[in-house]
């Protein structure tokens, strides 16, 4: 188990370089800098000066291990869309309307989910299983800015139960938590209805059944252990990716998040941002899969011993 | 001897699934008497595991009565069967799948004691590792996953963990089929002792006819949810009435290629039209209908065939 948490950690830490060098190289291959700006054109000898103190100047490998210096010592710069603060501030302050509001989501909308899967799996073919099946296949193939949308018309503009945005008091934060809530339960429904079936059509359910357990219990105690691997498994990476803000959501809902920032940061070079921005994400998505597939070993006895299959 | 105790362990009157218009199982009688062995053979798709299931009340029938050790136990509700699930158990042929992953070996055999409430937890664990014994593995097993133990080892935990009631009918569906020929035998051999030992009444379904040769007291063939012959298994070898009955003797495989017989499987067809017709002199004498419908009828020795009677022979 040791070693295989330690492979995993080199294996990241490989990743992580490799995500880096390829979006630095993507970020300055995008022709244009800071400073191009059409608003307010910079004479020229301005221009050179500010990329010159920025470092700008200097070539492409040299600019990457300064960065990367920088962010071993854990100092990820200024960004250039607002030069008052660090990335680092920018990125707390801007993370707790995408956690909150995604965090939420998925944390609401995972267990909906799994019970409405855990629903259909039980009465297959009823109209609890179409309800189901239709809820999770829309949920997975609307957009999510359709979705946003909607919500916003129907129970702000029509009903007016909530306030049409998204952030200050909890009742704005309604909307845009049912937005992101819908992801996760439509991919929990299908999850936990597939996995419960598969539990439930193998032969030591029947054996259970034969020897006299009540159904209730076969669920609970047996089905439902062996359906949750999948559905744990899935969680860290399903909350990073919706708990680090959706453009469309944070734009819909006019949440100041993080979302809003991958999308900024590009249109305007604004490197060290978008730099760490990403990297965030991969280190986050890196380290979530490493968790998931560390609860997956300690949970499947096939793993947890080593592998001795014969 | 009363009346209870002269009554077979498991019997089937005219038990019959449909689903929709399709008849699965069509109007069967089984028999298993204490201490014997009953293999119900035939092609998969003719209906002997849903006979199998519904002997165990896992599949409801459409029609017909089961009666376990004399008692009726067809319309009792699931509450009221469970003191009879005791006494009727049933062992599977996918090995893996038939034990839950996440589970010792010790706590799948120890479970049904604990469904039924019997002992306490420590005794329950006591009474696994003495199953583990009595089915040829080390106690030291109870701690283990089903995945670390080969097929053939699995289908032994399957049997413990399906005789730790003590029942008295045990259903086993194609339980060596998926197993090594030498490891096959091996659980023939663990059945047919702890047969003897526990005074077991066995339904041993299987398409297996060698195994069935060595395990069965009678055996009964289906096809397509039908009976059609059944008898004491040396008469079935020797004396096969009906055309897919020998069929399915014909695609025994043969070890000596100098005795290797032609291979006749029929197709359905083929069948239909080899029904074989015989005169009521042929007959043991009993209430018959002169029709064109097949019937299943008595030939000597309580061997049975279904054959279309008619005077016209």
Known sequence: MLSFIIRRTLSMLATFIVVSIVIFLMMHSIPGGPFDGYD????????????????????????????????????????????????????????????????????????????????????????????????????????????????????????????????????????PIAAYAAVPMATYARYARSAMLDTLNKPFVTVLRAKGLSERRIVFQHVLRNSAIPMITIFLPMFVGIATGSIFVEKIFRVPGLGAYFVSSIEKRDYPLEMALMLLISALFCISYLVSDILYALLNPRIRLGGKDQ | MNAMAEAPALELKGITKRYDAQTVVDRVDLRVHRNATVALVGESGSGKTTTGLMALRLIEPSDGRILLGGEDVTKLSQKDLRPFRRRMQVVFQDS????????????????????????????????????????????????????????????????????????SVLVADEPTSALDVSVKAQIVNLLQDLQADMGLSMLFISHDLSVVRSLADEVVVMLRGRVVERGP??????????????????AVPVIDPKARRRRSFLSAAEISAATPRLRPADIEPQPLVDTADPQLVALAGSHFVEAIVSERG
Not at chain 1, 45 to 53: G, H
Not at chain 1, 108 to 130: C, E, F, Q, T, V
Not at chain 1, 141 to 164: N, Q, R, Y
Not at chain 2, 146 to 161: C, F, T, Y
């Open chain 2, 233 to 250: 298994t040396e008469r079935i070898f020797t004396h096969a009435h009906h055309p897919y009955t020998r069929s399915l003797l014909d």
């Open chain 1, 40 to 175: 307010m054109p910079l004479p020229d000898n301005i221009k050179a000066r500010l990329m010159a103190d920025l470092g700008l100047d200097k070539p492409l490998w040299e600019q990457y291990l300064r960065y990367m210096w920088g962010v071993f010592r854990l100092d990820f710069g200024v960004p250039y869309q607002s030069p008052g603060e660090t990335v680092m501030g920018l990125i707390a302050h801007a993370w707790v309307p995408s956690l909150v509001l995604g965090g939420l989501g998925v944390l609401i909308g995972a267990p909906l989910g799994i019970l409405l899967g855990m629903a259909a799996a039980l009465k297959r073919n009823s109209w609890i299983d179409y309800v189901a099946s239709t809820i999770a296949t829309l949920g997975l193939t609307i957009p999510v800015f359709v979705i946003s949308t909607l919500l916003i018309l129907v129970f702000a503009v029509w009903l007016k139960w909530t306030p049409a945005s998204g952030w200050g008091e909890p009742r704005r934060w309604i909307l």
């Open chain 2, 96 to 167: 893996y799948a038939s034990l839950d992953p996440m589970m010792t070996l010790g706590e799948i055999i120890a479970e049904p004691l604990s469904i039924h409430g019997i002992g306490t937890r420590d005794e329950r664990g006591d009474e696994a590792r003495r199953w583990l014994s009595k089915v040829g593995l080390d106690g030291s097993y109870a701690t283990r996953y089903p995945h670390e133990l080969s097929g053939g080892q699995r289908q032994r935990v399957s049997v413990a963990r399906a005789l730790i009631l003590g029942p």
